[in-house]
């Protein structure tokens, strides 16, 4: 961790599994120390993660989703809210008739995707299986959702009510609410290849393709609030999504001359039931967007130059 602080390289991305009852104070004094040099690591609710999966454990992929270890993901697919927002008449009609008709169909495509994954591509008979570093049981699709910003100031909008999400309690509690039935659905919804006949929750991070929409429940990007209210009003988002969420707290640079600060508001986060804490920091060349570190500089020089390196 401190070497990494010193060379604030883009890879590797790190992922720091917090225990309360294991790791020590110092260490993650350390880790959230990193934060404000280099915006690493991503630091992982290590119980909330443990207690979503059986003895056999599970890992963090791409830094911030957790899946079954000797398992992962057979498929991801993903639902822009917003879109689904815009189908519905009221947030009644929203969370009754639009949202389970695209849940459906979220549900039609995982059985195909995942169906040529075990049945026709032949991946389950290869060597991976035969010698035990995979388990065919162990593979979940993840049912990934984005753009819940925007779909609560529409909701909000088509019941002519004045909320703005992340600032006010009333958009806040929409958003818990189609959370919470999106957990309900995945919950009991049964798939052929799932973990234990289900799939896994997940809020997305974001690809290049999506356009004016937010990824996973994020605040949109220049609203966000102080960090303290930022976190309080996503954390109750989190109990939901075992397979991964990644909220990005924005934090002014006046941390690097107070690192305790940081600490306090990771320990805070994952007291109030974040499964992660991620923070990027104000002045920090090195940021965090989606899941992956970038070099604000490599980008003012890509644009003069071009790129000779990838890390994808």
């Known amino acids: 961790l401190r070497i990494d602080a010193e060379l604030k390289q883009v890879a590797p991305n790190l ?5 309360p009852s294991v790791t020590p104070d110092e260490l993650l004094h350390v880790a959230t120390g990193n934060i404000c040099e280099c915006s690493k690591p991503h630091i992982a609710n290590y119980p909330l993660h443990a207690n979503t999966y059986d003895e056999k454990g599970f890992g963090i992929v791409s830094c911030y989703n957790s899946l079954p270890l000797a398992g992962g993901a057979n498929t991801l697919v993903r639902m822009n809210l917003k879109q689904v927002a815009l189908q519905a008449q ?3 009609d929203f ?14 495509l995982i059985e195909a995707r995942s169906t040529f994954l075990h049945q026709q ?8 299986v035969k010698e035990q570093l995979i388990e065919e049981s162990r593979f979940a699709p993840m049912f990934g959702i984005y753009g819940m910003a925007e779909a609560v100031s529409i909701l909000l909008e088509k019941d002519k009510i004045t909320a703005s999400y992340g600032h006010d309690d009333l958009a806040n509690q929409l958003g818990y609410q189609i959370s919470a039935t999106l957990d309900k659905i995945v919950k009991t919804t049964p798939v052929t290849y799932g973990y234990n006949g289900r799939a896994l929750l997940h809020a997305q991070g974001g690809i290049s393709l999506d356009l004016d929409v937010t990824p996973g429940v994020r605040i949109p990007y220049g609203t966000e609030p102080d960090p303290v209210s930022h ?5 109750e988002h989190h109990q939901y999504y075992p397979s991964g969420i990644s909220d990005i707290i924005t934090i002014d640079e006046t941390v690097k001359s107070n690192p305790e600060a940081m600490y ?6 994952l007291s109030l039931g974040m499964r992660e804490f991620t923070a990027n920091v104000d002045s920090n060349d090195l940021i965090r967007v989606t899941g992956y570190m970038i070099k604000l500089s490599d980008i003012a020089q890509f644009k003069e130059h071009g790129s000779r390196t990838n890390t994808t």
């Open 15 to 19: 992922t720091f599994m917090y225990d």
């Open 90 to 92: 009221s947030q009644k």
């Open 95 to 108: 969370l009754t008739k639009v949202l389970p008709h695209y849940c459906s169909l979220m549900y039609e």
């Open 121 to 128: 591509s032949h991946f389950f008979d290869s060597f991976l």
């Open 231 to 235: 976190i309080q009003a996503l954390a």
């Open 264 to 269: 306090q508001l990771c320990k805070g986060a």
